[in-house]
T-cell receptor
């Protein structure tokens, strides 16, 4: 079974600094997608960044980048130049496609606080 | 265009009552998902529709939970005889086709007293 583990329940960062959120996952599949979602206090889940497992190059979206280590099954999110609006819950997720179904499997989340 | 919408945003039910939660996906989106998010936890998959067909309901916690999408657009998640452990935020997501990005709605917070 696929599982996603986020070992940091809470993290804090100073405005303009860099922070890294950790995620590990377990799967026996060779091709898959990984995601980081942001959930602000308003609760609408927003996609931050995605990574396809067969791509060697780490994904980047503006201030957000990932460190994808396939062999170690690690998928961390780096936020550079942190802004107050980055404060939210961050969820790592694995997309499982099997037979006629698909689903996202989420970790428990990391609460990020940005200090001014 | 408009995103995924859900109604009501908040619902308080007495234990034993039936509730119905509505999801309006993005127009034209084929795939629709329901997730349950308990307080302080990540979302957990409940069920998946492709058009009007419910292809996976393996995440529904009990036979008190029922979901439908009769015309392949709007979906309703129904919970019969609600219990306290059903208290959670219920998230709906849609995607344009299989394996595409999922867009989430704001969720319905259900509190069972």
């Amino acid at each position: 079974a696929q599982t996603v583990t986020q070992s940091q329940p809470e993290m804090s960062v100073q405005e303009a600094e860099t922070v890294t959120l950790s995620c590990t996952y377990d799967t026996s599949e060779s091709d898959y997608y990984l995601f980081w979602y942001k959930q602000p206090p308003s609760r609408q889940m927003i996609l931050v960044i995605r990574q396809e497992a067969y791509k060697q190059q780490n994904a980047t979206e503006n201030r957000f980048s990932v460190n994808f280590q396939k062999a170690a099954k690690s998928f961390s999110l780096k936020i550079s130049d942190s802004q107050l609006g980055d404060a939210a819950m961050y969820f790592c997720a694995y997309r499982r496609i099997q037979g006629g179904s698909e689903k996202l499997v989420f970790g428990k989340g990391t609460k990020l606080t940005v200090n001014p | 265009g408009a995103g995924v919408s859900q109604s009501p945003r908040y619902k308080v039910a007495k234990r034993g009552q039936d509730v119905a939660l509505r999801c309006d996906p993005i127009s034209g989106h084929v795939s629709l998902f329901w997730y349950q998010q308990a307080l302080g936890q990540g979302p957990e998959f409940l069920t998946y529709f492709q058009n009007e067909a419910q292809l996976d309901k393996s995440g529904l916690p009990s036979d008190r939970f029922f979901a439908e999408r009769p015309e392949g657009s709007v979906s309703t998640l129904k919970i019969q005889r609600t219990q306290q452990e059903d208290s959670a935020v219920y998230l709906c997501a849609s995607s344009s086709h299989r394996a595409a990005e999922q867009y989430f709605g704001p969720g319905t917070r259900l509190t069972v007293t």
